[in-house]
């Protein structure tokens, strides 16, 4: 597995970058190898492997619908938005799984502030991270890559989880069964009659041949195509594995031998041309020195102008707030004067007044009249009793005067 590459942080490929073109202490010029540019898609394809152990298929694309990354998702750019909206959703569940709490970021959410929240819990964890925070704001690269690798190695460190060695299964060598022919013998077998020719000429004394010379070669041009003896190659015999190593030896010797005077040629062309553009680029930064001042200048004004502008966007927003109170209360008011005005306009209670009126006429008309009938009857009550009293004065006093004349 790849994961048993070394691990280099990107701030570390930066340094051995720059000391390879000769800057830093000493002058010291260190030669990076031909992959260094493809280690971020080493370390892409470890981090894939990671969050399959961690089972993120099922605890985080599946929960919230998101489509599974390819093998080397944030080593190139597809979609910025996309691959830093993922990244984000990605860091945040693998701190979630390392133990420490973190919120799920938003859509809307300030960037600078969950790069900032992720770096610093990266920190806590004893990591470095000593880049600069936008280069993660474009979502892809090997910072990128080199933060899920960390947080996804702390997440399987907080399960437990431990690499072991690999158990590689024991191959059974099996035997190769040789059909023997008849016109054919193996290596073994010519050994084993030579062996035994020689034994039985030591045994026997050597025989006089009373053939003729003539009828022998015609004989052996007879029998010479039956004794055709073939010896078969074993592909398990050292000896052509050894006969295989030095031909490969003496093959990447002539090619090494040819390629190293391309690599020496390429290598002083290079150089050559490294120091073309040091020099040129001395002569550009001194021809153009007084535009970076000019540049630096007009910088540092627009970062005057920005922070102006920040603060004045402060107070409109404040201000345009206050105008929307006010708003909201000049419409309350003219509802209500709207409301007062139809109510002033309307005659329908002016006539409710004057119907009331009238009746309140009516009914003091009549009860003039009711009170008239009643002091009439109130006059002829006392009246009428005013009358029975001097009625029974006059009947009282006439019989004490009959009494008296007694």
Request: charged share 30%; net charge negative; proline share 4%.
């Amino acid at each position: 597995m790849a994961a048993a590459a070394a691990v280099v942080t990107p701030s570390g490929l930066e340094d051995e970058v720059s000391r390879s073109r000769g800057e830093g202490a000493g002058e010291m010029v260190v030669e990076l190898g031909p992959g260094a540019a493809y280690h971020m898609f080493v370390v892409m394809e470890d981090l894939v492997e990671k969050l399959k152990l961690l089972r993120y298929e099922e605890n985080l694309l599946r929960k919230n619908n998101l489509k599974p990354p390819s093998r080397h998702y944030f080593a190139l750019p597809t979609n910025p938005g996309e691959q830093f909206y993922m990244f984000c959703t990605l860091a945040a569940w693998l701190i979630n799984k390392a133990g420490r709490p973190f919120e799920q970021p938003q859509e809307y959410d300030d960037p600078n502030a969950i790069i900032s929240n992720i770096l610093s819990e990266l920190r806590s964890f004893g990591r470095t991270a000593d880049f600069p925070p936008s280069k993660l704001k474009s979502g892809y690269g090997e910072h990128v890559c080199y933060v899920l690798d960390c947080l996804a190695e702390e997440a399987l460190k907080y399960i437990g989880f431990t690499w072991k060695r690999p158990a590689y299964p024991v191959e059974e060598l099996e035997e190769e069964t040789v059909a023997e022919d008849d016109a054919e013998l193996t290596l073994n077998k010519v050994d084993e009659e030579f062996v035994d020719m020689n034994e039985s000429a030591k045994q026997e004394d050597i025989l006089e041949s009373t053939t003729d010379a003539a009828e022998w070669s015609l004989e052996v041009e007879r029998v010479l195509p039956q004794l055709k003896v073939t010896i078969r190659t074993d592909n398990k015999d050292w000896r052509i594995h050894v006969d295989q190593m030095h031909q490969h030896k003496s093959g990447i010797e002539s090619a090494l031998k040819e390629t190293k005077g391309f690599l020496d040629r390429l290598h002083n062309e290079i150089s050559r041309t490294l120091e073309k553009i040091g020099s040129r680029e001395k002569y550009i930064n001194n021809q153009l020195e007084h535009l970076v001042q000019e540049y630096r200048a007009a910088q540092a004004q627009l970062s005057e102008a920005r922070e102006r502008y920040q603060q004045g966007n402060g107070g409109v927003t404040e201000r345009t707030r206050i105008l929307s109170e006010v708003t909201e209360e000049l419409e309350k008011v003219k509802q209500e004067m709207e409301e007062k005005g139809s109510s002033m306009t309307d005659g329908a209670p002016l006539v409710k007044i004057k119907q009331s009126l009238t009746k309140l006429k009516q009914e003091t008309v009549q009860m003039d009249i009711r009170i008239g009938v009643v002091e009439h009857t109130l006059l002829q009550s006392k009246l009428k009793e005013k009358s029975n009293m001097t009625r029974d004065m006059h009947a009282t006093i006439i019989p004490e005067s009959a009494i008296g004349s007694y």
